[in-house]
């Protein structure tokens, strides 16, 4: 299997778009899409990255956030999503697809990233531990800032 993985560039507005729609596939998450400018938009910001994994189209994918710290010079990256094309799965994509972000990682001098996963997500859980992530035992809350 031919698969090459790389990060997005400024102009792969497509290409977002087409790992938007992936998003949307594996998590089961009925997401209108945003518009193509959207997508150029986040493109732009230095504080967000966009890894693929490709065989001619895309199988997968994550999204992370570059934190700047306050306790350090070195950022922290969150790994906000990852998902692989159901007929990927199991075959090491997204165990890959974490490598390339964590020798990101290690060209911009941050130490570590790190991914939630919600407990009831058996997939994720096993998929985390697997891959050498460590778990923290921590409550997540959320604020709704709209009616």
Known sequence: ???????????DEALLQDLFHLYVEVFEAPYTPPGIVHFSNLLQQENILFFIATNGTIIGGLTAHVLPSVYSEASEVYLYDLAVKKDFQRQG???????VLGHWCKEHSVKEFFVQADNADAHAMAFYRATGGHPESVTHFSYATEN
């Open 1 to 11: 299997m031919n698969i090459r993985y790389r990060q997005l560039r400024q102009e």
């Open 93 to 99: 994509i997204g165990k890959q697809l974490l490598n």
